[in-house]
Nanobody, 125 residues
Framework: QVQLVESGGGLVQPGDSLRLSCAASGRTVSANSMGWFRQAPGKEREFVAAINLSGVRKYYADFAQGRFTITRQNAKYTVYLQMNSLKPEDTAVYYC??????????????????WGNGTLVTVSS
């Protein structure tokens, strides 16, 4: 099993930046590709970004491209999501996710092997 713990959420104003962190523990060798999803109130959970084991290959949802950056620091078993130019529509609970397969592309929530409990990001003036 892999445990994922997110941090870094909070209340920010439109245009601000925020960096989310996700620390993995347990059987971390199983967390080959890692990523982020988000779920806004009343909406389905949606894919945000993913990164492969080496950190070289990354994939973003269209809304994240150019504003969000996913990185990982394997020595610390941590993945990050840097979010810039935040908009009110980015308000959601952000979930860290990990997959045993080393794959990046658009992830389906059903293909995720491990989930964090989420961290709330609120973008409001």
């Amino acid at each position: 099993q892999v445990q994922l713990v997110e941090s870094g959420g909070g209340l920010v104003q439109p245009g601000d930046s925020l960096r989310l962190s996700c620390a993995a523990s347990g059987r971390t060798v199983s967390a080959n590709s890692m990523g982020w999803f988000r779920q806004a109130p009343g909406k389905e959970r949606e894919f945000v970004a993913a990164i492969n084991l080496s950190g070289v290959r990354k994939y973003y949802a269209d809304f994240a491209q150019g504003r969000f950056t996913i990185t990982r620091q394997n020595a610390k078993y941590t993945v990050y999501l840097q979010m810039n130019s935040l908009k009110p529509e980015d308000t959601a609970v952000y979930y860290c996710a990990a997959r045993i397969v080393n794959y990046v592309g658009t992830w389906d929530a059903g293909g995720v092997n491990f989930w964090g409990n989420g961290t709330l990001v609120t973008v409001s003036s």
